[in-house]
Nanobody, 130 residues
Framework: QVQLVESGGGLVQPGGSLRLSCAASGFSLNTGSIGWFRQAPGKEREGVSCMRSSEGTTFYADSVKGRFTMFRDNTKKTLYLEMTSLKPEDTAVYYC???????????????????????WGQGTQVTVSS
């Protein structure tokens, strides 16, 4: 049984930083695809960062490039999202996700398209506000 459990969300001031964690069980972070998504109130869920696990190439949404970094620790079976220079528009529920088959991320219509993912965490709230 695959389980993904996010943690690390919270309230942070604009310009601040947060690190989100996603502990994985029943799924190897070296296989398929892994990624972070977010959903703001009244908006559709969007891809933030995703990776074809076997290759390690990481893709980012234009809105977070240079500010967010996704990385994994295979020994801890944990996926991370390091977020810096946070802005109010980064406020959302953040989800980690995994899929057993490698997807091919691409940029389309101004968005990062990560593909279909089968496994999702419960989400962690990130609020950027002064």
């Amino acid at each position: 049984q695959v389980q993904l459990v996010e943690s690390g969300g919270g309230l942070v001031q604009p310009g601040g930083s947060l690190r989100l964690s996603c502990a994985a069980s029943g799924f190897s972070l070296n296989t398929g695809s892994i990624g972070w998504f977010r959903q703001a109130p009244g908006k559709e869920r969007e891809g933030v960062s995703c990776m074809r696990s076997s290759e390690g190439t990481t893709f980012y949404a234009d809105s977070v490039k240079g500010r967010f970094t996704m990385f994994r620790d295979n020994t801890k079976k944990t996926l991370y999202l390091e977020m810096t220079s946070l802005k109010p528009e980064d406020t959302a529920v953040y989800y980690c996700a995994a899929h057993p088959i490698s997807q091919y991320p691409y940029q389309g219509m101004g968005q990062l398209i990560c593909g279909e993912y089968d496994f999702w965490g419960q989400g962690t709230q990130v609020t950027v506000s002064s």
